[in-house]
């Protein structure tokens, strides 16, 4: 299982009102990062997300890493705070549908 570093700005739009004064990192945000980097160590598109779970809330201090399985036609993914799971899933693998 490939462990990444998942880098968040500090300075990235989507915190600013998320929310003042006890920021937190968005969940769409966590999710288009992973794929993000799973589309580039992969080397095929993620065509949808099969699957999510949201353990606990991250926030833009927090340093995050990203665990991935690779199947032939999905990928289960695990965002961490340390040993803290933020979040987890599965997205499927392949070609977008027109």
Known sequence: MPRLELPIAAN????????????????????DQAQLLIEAHCGQPCCGLAMAKFSSPATPADALTLDFTPTDETV???IRAGE???????????????
Request: net charge positive; no cysteine; glycine share 14%.
């Open 12 to 31: 990235h739009p989507a915190l600013a009102g998320h929310f003042p004064g006890r920021p937190v990192v968005p969940g769409v945000l966590l999710l």
């Open 76 to 78: 289960r993914f695990e």
């Open 84 to 98: 803290r799971l933020v979040a987890s899933g599965r997205f499927r693998l392949g070609r977008i549908a027109a």
